[in-house]
């Protein structure tokens, strides 16, 4: 297992390149089942849960391999398995989504029931009950899902949860209605530019898809799709954390590739905390005052301030001149951080959903664990400034969604390393 070693105090300055979209990528790979054909992706990042799709998606008979240009081809060659085990399904969650594209192309699929994560419980009983209103049948045998259906057909829902839209389930009901027979509602739909970007994927395949990216997605099914050549969004997540990275370390980076228009909520809030943000050539500059002011923020699904972006934010108004409060309004769970954050230095308390923060003059380097993947982009935030040395274990759930995070902030100065542990 590797670990970071970041001695703190380094000020950020440089340019950033922005990779493609983790969380769009992997529905979009996911999607490509549904094709004949074969897709050409761009902007796929290097990342282990890429890795993980690749491996789940050769074992349904499709041909993934990664070109030397950096995109990766995907064609379907054997549609006969229709089987997510329990090992890959464990290790990446978002491998539920091969759900819908099975259902629909091969009429079933058998998918492990994911267990809950670091992060919380994540239920997924929204897709299964979009599956169900698209007409399929589903069974619990064994810890896993059985889902069938001869033709799938269209049909208006509701996918709303307790805690809002869901973005894998709106996803998973978006791709298997392309091929239902007519028409597909999905009200209270997730408006994720992800979400967006698998929509856009599809229609260029051949799907028939409108007012994806708001709350109503409209699908006409198709007869069937064939695969195209297609430019993953960039990652608005990384884009954030790069930005407070920016901020955390009084320094001013030039972040390319990157979506201002996917980041309002974002640099909303990062503004009131006295961060300075400018658009430049379809990128940002980003850099910051002195003096970080606190702040109020409830997490919330897009356009709100992401939950992704919630723990690296607590680093930040960690350093704020006085109190903040976070609140956690998508996995009210979501708080491993908080501990590690506080060994550092960090004057963060708990209570439910919410987390007080009171800021303090600064942060000191410690040994400190990796617990998921955005909680340790905060413990490299806090790395990054802290007084010394902080050693940072088990850095593997950071490998799953920042593509070579270490030499991307070592390229603009910081002081970072990749030892084994
Ligand atoms: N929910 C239900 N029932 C369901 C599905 C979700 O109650 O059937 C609840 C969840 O428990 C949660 C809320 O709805 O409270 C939102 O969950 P959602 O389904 O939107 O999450 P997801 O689709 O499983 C994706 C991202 C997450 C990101 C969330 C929220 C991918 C691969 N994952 O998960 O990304 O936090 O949307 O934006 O796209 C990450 O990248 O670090 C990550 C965890």
Redesign the pocket.
């Known amino acids: 297992m590797d670990q970071f070693i970041i001695n703190g105090g380094a000020r950020l300055r440089g340019v950033v390149p922005i990779s493609g979209s983790?969380?769009?990528a992997?529905?979009i790979m996911a999607a490509t089942l549904l094709t004949e054909g074969e897709t050409i992706l761009r902007g796929v990042p290097l990342l282990d849960?890429v890795e993980s799709l690749s491996v789940l998606l050769r074992k349904l008979g499709a041909n993934a391999r990664r070109d030397d240009d950096g995109a990766i081809r995907l064609r379907v060659e054997d549609e006969q398995n229709c089987v997510a085990e329990y090992e890959l399904v464990r290790k990446?969650?978002?491998s539920?989504?091969v759900m819908g594209p099975l259902l629909a192309r091969r009429h079933k699929a058998q998918i492990s029931m994911p267990g809950g994560?670091a992060?919380?419980?994540?239920?997924?009983?929204?897709?299964?009950?979009g599956m169900e209103n698209l007409g399929a049948d589903v069974d619990l045998i064994g810890g896993d899902i059985h889902l069938r259906a001869k033709r799938l057909k269209g049909a208006e829902m509701f996918l709303g949860?307790?805690?809002?839209?869901?973005?894998?389930?709106?996803?998973n009901v978006m791709m298997a209605a392309c091929l239902a027979e007519g028409t597909t509602i999905i009200e209270s739909a997730?408006c994720?530019p992800?979400v967006a970007d698998v929509a856009n994927y599809l229609n260029a395949c051949g799907a028939r898809i409108s007012g994806h990216g708001t709350p109503r997605i409209t699908i006409e099914g198709v007869k069937s799709l064939k695969g195209c050549e297609y430019t993953i969004i960039p990652d608005r997540?990384e884009a954030g954390t790069f930005m407070m990275a920016a901020a955390i370390t009084n320094g001013e980076l030039t972040l390319t590739n990157c979506r201002m228009d996917h980041l309002l909520a974002v640099i909303d809030r990062l503004k009131a905390v006295g961060v300075n943000i400018e658009r430049k050539d379809g990128g940002a500059v980003v850099s910051s005052a002195r003096r970080l002011e606190p702040i109020t923020v409830a997490t919330q699904?897009?356009p709100g301030f992401?939950?992704?972006l919630q723990a690296q934010l607590m680093a930040l108004l960690s350093l704020a001149d006085g109190n903040s409060i976070i609140t956690e309004k998508?996995?009210?769970d979501?708080f491993l951080h908080v501990a590690e954050l506080n060994r550092l230095g960090a004057r963060l308390r708990k209570e439910g959903q919410t987390v007080v923060i009171e800021g303090v003059r600064r942060l000191i380097g410690a040994p400190v664990m990796a617990s998921?993947?955005?909680a340790s982009a905060a413990l490299v935030l806090a790395g990054l400034i802290a007084k010394g040395q902080t050693r940072i274990s088990r850095v593997y759930h950071i490998d799953?969604?920042y593509e070579a995070i270490e030499k991307k902030l070592a390229a603009v100065g910081a002081d970072i390393q990749r030892m084994a542990e």
């Open positions: 983790k969380n769009a992997l529905p849960d990446m969650r978002a539920i989504c994560c992060i919380g419980d994540r239920p997924i009983d929204l897709h299964l009950a949860g307790p805690f809002g839209s869901t973005v894998l389930g709106t996803a997730a994720e992800e997540i699904p897009f992401p939950t992704d998508v996995f009210p979501r998921d993947l955005r799953r969604g």
